[in-house]
């Protein structure tokens, strides 16, 4: 610098040297590093102010320049004295000519050690590489921040903020400005946040965030290859009894401990993660689905055995449902709703299993819930519609009832059978609407057939015959909801028989019995259906307030080709007259098995070998047909073969 240019006029000069300074600089930081520079022009400027008074100045002056640059020596002290960061300054070869007195409490290092060294002092040699390449990369006027490990003096590790000046090219510095500011506790708190923000504080796992992320980029893949990865999703099967019987506190040691039980299941490179609730999820990479099913049913092993808590031993089991996938194929959003698919299939299957998610089984679930929407829709809008098909007396032909049966035209699927869509309305709820409306259709149909005809009065027509599901039984409104039928409809009691299968009796039996008894009372006629396809014993139907017996088709399809199958028809036959029960045989197709049965002791006969169940218009010709009392077993009805197919 010219004599002729003051301490002013250098810090004009080094003010006006363009500075990048960064987003994250701080504002305390920028005005020291100033600071600094002020300082160390005026010091630069009182050197060679000293050197020119030695050439011919007085020892006085001499003295006033040297008294002039340690008073700013110690002004620039005291002005960085207090300052949190470490303030350094470094000439061209890197060594420090200045530190400030927070590099004892920062870096662990009195200034005094620090000063007149080379600044890599600070950095190990594994460490040092970045702030070497910052001294010599950054651009002369330019600034350089980076997050850069320095060293304490005993050796420990400090994470700092560093800024890097570079001012070479300014004549009144000619070296460097290094900040460095400690971010140890700060980026430890950033940590633990991220920790919370992708973890699940419950069980340590990765939570749907970070899970959803991995996966992603897993599907992501490498370029030009197409590798295989799998998705499991792991339900416990009775967690809120866990919750709601010992509360939450033991709730959250088990999800901890199953977390636990999961992860030691599997890899190095697997990952596991708490999606919510009781629902984990892991991803597997590189594996394929017989081989993540092998890790699910070692999960499912894991977990099958009761888990020990603190207080208290529960119940751990899960259902594992798994979706394969590939990377540039899939998406994440796709294989955990298949996996999650998967799983719920796995619940339906008997719990604490593993199911694998199969495009085609999925394809007709949806189309199952489809058709269930379409059933709703079709019981509301009257697509439903009844059938009836005669019962007849096998000693004279004639017609003693009708059993109403409910058949589905769909608009777009043609007639879905009832084996289709009655155990849908049974598992989907729609089975009390369902029912009630058959129950009150039939009920009114019957309520016709007895208007006097030939050979009966008025009261004593046929019989309309109802089937009942068990659920229906079991719902509290259900004898009202009989009741108000009857009365709608102005059917006797007496005409009217329900029919419930024998399982369902058997189901829950000590439940069946007061409800049927109340129907009796009422004047209702009761008959157990599909008889001989459940535990057939005479000690239950001993207890059963019954009317009628009705003996599967199984049965008297046997009676004339194997001698034991006709053995066990006349045993039933038997045991159901000893116990005063009518009798009626289903599914009866050709006359010998009629004749058989009559012989054997059956009263009445239902089948094809009579008539195929007719729509409300053809009951009248069955009737009519039957009126004048007994018709050969060899001929249909009297002559009546035309009836239509239903």
Not at 40 to 62: F, K, M, P, Y
Not at 379 to 394: A, H, K, N, W
């Amino acid at each position: 610098m010219d004599a002729a240019v003051g301490p002013v006029g250098g810090l004009a000069l080094a003010a006006g040297v363009p500075v990048a300074t960064p987003a994250r600089l701080g504002v305390a930081a920028l005005v020291l590093a100033l600071v600094v520079l002020a300082v160390l022009v005026t010091r630069r400027w009182l050197s060679r102010q000293s050197a020119a008074a030695v050439a011919g100045a007085s020892r006085r002056a001499d003295r006033r320049v040297a008294d002039a640059a340690e008073l700013n020596g110690r002004r620039l002290a005291a002005l960085t004295q207090h300052v949190g960061d470490v303030v350094l300054v470094l000439d061209a070869s890197s060594r420090v000519e200045f530190v400030s007195a927070a590099c004892e409490q920062v870096l662990g290092r009195p200034v005094r050690r620090v000063q007149g060294r080379l600044v890599t002092l600070l950095t190990s040699p594994a460490r040092g590489v970045p702030l070497e390449a910052a001294l010599r990369e950054t651009a002369p006027g330019d600034v350089t921040e980076l997050d850069l490990v320095l060293e304490k003096g005993d050796g420990t590790p400090v994470r700092t903020r560093t800024t890097v000046a570079n001012r070479t090219d300014d004549a009144a510095v000619e070296g460097y400005v290094v900040t460095v500011r400690d971010v140890t506790a700060e980026q430890a708190q950033a940590e633990e946040l991220a920790l919370h923000v992708l973890h699940d504080p419950v069980t340590g796992l990765a939570n749907r965030r970070l899970f959803t992320e991995r996966l992603v980029q897993a599907l992501s893949g490498r370029p030009g290859h197409e590798d295989s990865l799998v998705v499991m999703i792991c339900d416990l099967d009775d967690f809120k009894t866990v919750n709601d019987r010992h509360g939450h506190a033991t709730g959250d040691e088990l999800l901890g401990l199953v977390g636990q039980t999961i992860t030691a299941t599997l890899g190095p490179g697997d990952t596991a993660a708490r999606l919510g609730g009781d629902e984990f999820a892991v991803l597997l990479e590189g594996r394929t689905a017989e081989q993540a099913v092998d890790v699910a049913h070692r999960i499912v092993r894991a977990l099958s055995q009761p888990i020990r808590l603190t207080s208290t031993s529960v119940d751990g089991r899960v259902s594992v449902g798994v979706a394969q996938g590939r990377t540039g194929r899939t998406s994440a959003e796709e294989m955990l709703r298949n996996a999650d698919v998967a799983m719920y299939w796995a619940k339906d299957r008997g719990r604490s299993t593993v199911a694998v998610y199969d495009p085609v089984e999925h394809e007709q679930a949806i189309d199952r819930l489809v058709l269930r929407s379409d059933l709703q829709r079709a019981i509301r809008t009257g697509e439903l519609r009844l059938v009836f098909q005669p019962t007849i007396d096998l000693s004279n032909g004639k017609v003693t009832g009708f059993e109403a049966l409910s058949r589905w035209h769909h608009p777009l699927r043609g007639t879905i059978p009832p084996s289709d869509f009655i155990p849908m309305a049974e598992d989907s709820g729609m089975i009390g609407a369902l029912g009630a409306w058959v129950l009150l259709q039939a009920c009114r149909v019957g309520a016709e057939l007895q208007a006097p005809g030939p050979g009966r009065g008025a009261g004593s027509g046929p019989t309309m015959a109802v089937n009942i599901s068990p659920v229906q039984l079991s719902q509290p409104d259900f004898v009202v909801e009989l009741l108000a039928a009857l009365d709608q409809s102005g059917l006797p009691p007496d005409r009217l028989l329900l029919e419930i299968t024998e399982t369902a009796v058997l189901t829950d039996i000590d439940r069946v019995i007061p409800r049927l008894a109340a129907l009796r009372t009422l004047g209702v006629r009761v008959a157990v259906d599909d008889f001989g396809t459940g535990y057939s014993s005479l000690s239950y139907l001993s207890r059963l307030p019954l009317d009628v017996l009705k003996i599967d088709r199984s049965f008297v399809e046997r009676v004339l080709t194997d001698p034991q199958g006709a053995s066990v028809a006349q045993a039933v036959l038997d045991m159901s007259n000893s116990l005063g029960l009518t009798t009626v045989a289903e599914g009866v197709e050709h006359p010998d098995q009629a004749r058989w049965l009559r012989d054997a002791g059956c009263t009445l006969g239902q089948g094809y070998l009579w008539a195929r169940p007719v729509p409300r218009e053809e009951m009248a010709a069955v009737l009519a047909a039957h009126a004048g009392g007994t018709v050969s077993l060899d001929a249909p009805l009297g002559g009546v073969t035309d009836l239509r197919t239903y």
